[in-house]
DNA sequence: AATATTTATTTGATATATCAATTATTGATA
DNA sequence: TATCAATAATTGATATATCAAATAAATATT
């Protein structure tokens, strides 16, 4: 244990800066492919459609629970789908704090057109990594996520 | 190969979904540590700091490459650090489109303050994981990252 | 039923990220 | 040397993140 010491400590010092250079790298990589398609929405945006469209009647808390963004994030993307016009928003009877979420015919054509891109670019940034290597990553992600609460 | 398909295409679709998740826990759990302990700097802001007491005379542009922040970001987090008085900037004689950036000492003492803070949040955050899985995340996160370029 | 508590969402304040455009300065070249 | 091209930093616009406080509605309690 003595003799890996030094190597942990190494490791330590740089594995967060890798992983948020890795999820900030695929992101703006992500984000410009997106671009260059002609598509304007986001990833983020992206992502609260589709999970609204695979969840009917889903409330923006179980949204940010879904996609892990706090509500007033939630809040602020939601606006800006209904300005898009991906969204429609109207006040759920059966509850005055919520909103009933709709999808557009606009915003599912988009969600469905992206959704190729995003198989293609997630298959470009894993490419070369072996099924074994990235189980242990998503276990020692997760790991984390549990340590940090 | 076939029987690995189904396997690789799940973890696929949640990889980048536990990177972020991961990084954002962490990021939230290791700020609330340094509120808790009545430090008023960010991690962010922290990091500026440290990099310009390593690197002596270093640009704002190097600064960006090292922390992995574009240049606009950098502008923006060390005006904040110069309001706080934790740096000093004049312009750089040699290179008037350049600033002399030096760290207070307020700036020196906050930044060795949150230092051990820092090492226990990492230690904390990585409790449990072995050195072999913390060397294949880091491998794969490089992969994903020269992926992306 | 009136009041208190809880819950869902919104809003305000501040920090950061990203891209594009601009400014100021320097270095190269015709 | 005057002009052009490259570079460093800033700024503006927009999107998101985070926390705390506020609002509004629903539920529980007395």
Avoid at 19 to 44: C, P, S, V
Avoid at 49 to 70: A, C, R, T
Avoid at 90 to 107: Q, Y
Wanted: hydrophobic share 35%; charged share 30%.
């Amino acid at each position: 244990m003595i003799q890996n010491q030094p190597l942990m400590e190494k490791l330590k010092d740089i594995t967060f800066y890798t992983m948020d250079k890795a999820i900030r790298t695929y992101r703006i990589f992500a984000q410009k492919r997106l671009r260059e398609n002609g598509y304007k929405i986001t990833i983020d945006q992206w992502l609260i459609i589709k999970s609204i469209m695979e969840n009917p009647g889903i409330s923006q808390q179980e949204i940010g629970e879904k996609v892990f963004k706090d509500n007033a994030s939630v809040t602020r993307i939601i606006e800006l789908l209904v300005k898009s016009e991906y969204l429609e928003r109207e006040v759920n009877p059966d509850d005055r704090r919520k909103s009933n979420l709709n999808v557009t015919d606009e915003g599912k054509s988009i969600v469905k057109k992206v959704h190729s891109l995003v198989l293609e670019n997630r298959k470009t940034a894993l490419a070369g990594i072996l099924p074994e290597e990235l189980e242990i990553m998503n276990k020692t992600l997760k790991r984390i996520i549990s340590n940090c609460n």
